[in-house]
């Protein structure tokens, strides 16, 4: 995006990525605008935003809500740039599919709609997921941007997952076909598990998924027989290096490392002999549905390098949560 860094609007600021990516934004020279939902939990106490370093003269905190679509247009207004993380999770089955998709899919048309009333944005990113690309019965050993998750196959096989990866599936779609029609400059962003340290106040539960095994929590261990994964800061500098490069379009993955069951059990317990790691023996007999690999050569192709290893994800987390008193 030419000109100066000007103001970019991040939604769902409360979150993991969200509040990573206004800290980056502001290091890198933006100001910023995000929401929050008025109803959350966290928004009696969003200091953790509000001490970043620039926030003071920077940031700016709107209430908004994906259930009211028309509540976005205040905190897009004179914006040079979107980048829309909000997305409504629901593991624990909650609400039924049909509701969170809804929320999803009107929330995000919405402001894409506010986008083309501001006539200032001249990209937006959306940050999709893997599980829009690596859930369907095509049988193959890699999956890129060209494919889809099948949405039946995903409420057959994932269980309490499906509700969150159908949504995230169907509003890419959605995000892009409307973008398309209307000739507003869109890109999504597909990362998986996004690990390492986090400045919010939750529990990540993505970090919590990939540390089932240091936390003990067994009946996650299936969803980590092929783990894709990225830090949480390349996550971050990829959203800002769509937001900035000529010539980008349409989907990319953005995952760095892949670890099957067996190799995060040998990794981690050599790495961290204080937590009782599952044995090669006892991952062995854990069943599930094992993913295809991920390629993020698109993303790759337009010059963006990754800069973290498992080590320092692993070492971010945990350090992290033992900081925040999660372990």
Not at 49 to 56: D, E, H, M, V
Not at 218 to 235: A, C, Q, R, T
Not at 257 to 284: C, G, N, R, W
Request: glycine share 8%; proline share 4%.
């Amino acid at each position: 995006m030419e000109g100066g860094k000007g103001t970019v609007c991040v939604t769902g600021g409360t979150g993991f990525l969200a509040s990573w990516l206004i800290m980056k934004l502001l290091e890198h020279g933006y100001s910023v605008r995000t929401t929050v939902r008025a109803a959350s939990e966290h928004n009696r106490d969003l200091s953790f935003l509000r001490n970043l370093p620039g926030a003071s003269e920077k940031l700016q905190i709107l209430n908004a809500d994906l259930s009211d679509p028309d509540s976005f247009d205040a905190a897009i207004e004179g914006c040079s740039g979107v980048l829309h993380v909000a997305t409504p999770i629901d593991f624990e089955g909650r609400e039924p599919e049909e509701v969170v998709t809804k929320r999803a899919v009107n929330g995000t048309i919405g402001i894409l709609k506010a986008c083309l009333k501001a006539k200032t944005v001249k990209r937006v990113v959306y940050t999709s997921s893997a599980s829009a690309v690596m859930f369907n019965e095509k049988n193959v050993d890699i999956v890129d941007e060209t494919l889809w998750s099948d949405v039946d196959f995903i409420r057959k096989s994932m269980g309490t997952m499906s509700s969150y990866m159908v949504s995230k599936t169907l509003t890419d779609k959605a995000a892009l076909e409307f973008a398309e029609e209307h000739g507003l400059d869109l890109v999504t962003l597909m990362p998986p598990f996004i690990v390492g340290p986090f400045i919010c106040p939750k529990f990540p539960g993505s970090v919590r998924t990939v540390l089932a095994m240091v936390l003990g929590n067994k009946e996650e261990y299936s969803l980590l027989l092929n783990s894709f994964m990225v830090h949480v800061d390349d996550v971050a500098r990829a959203h800002i290096f769509l937001l900035e490069c000529p010539g980008v379009k349409g989907r990319y993955i953005c995952s760095s490392h892949a670890l099957t069951i067996e190799q995060m059990s040998q990794f981690l317990s050599a790495k961290y002999p204080e937590y009782p790691i599952p044995t090669l023996d006892e991952v062995a007999e854990i069943r599930g549905y094992k993913v295809p690999g991920l390629s993020s050569k698109k993303l790759l192709d337009t010059g963006f390098e990754f800069k973290y290893g498992v080590d320092e994800m692993f070492d971010g987390a945990i350090n992290c949560c033992k900081e925040k008193g999660f372990l």
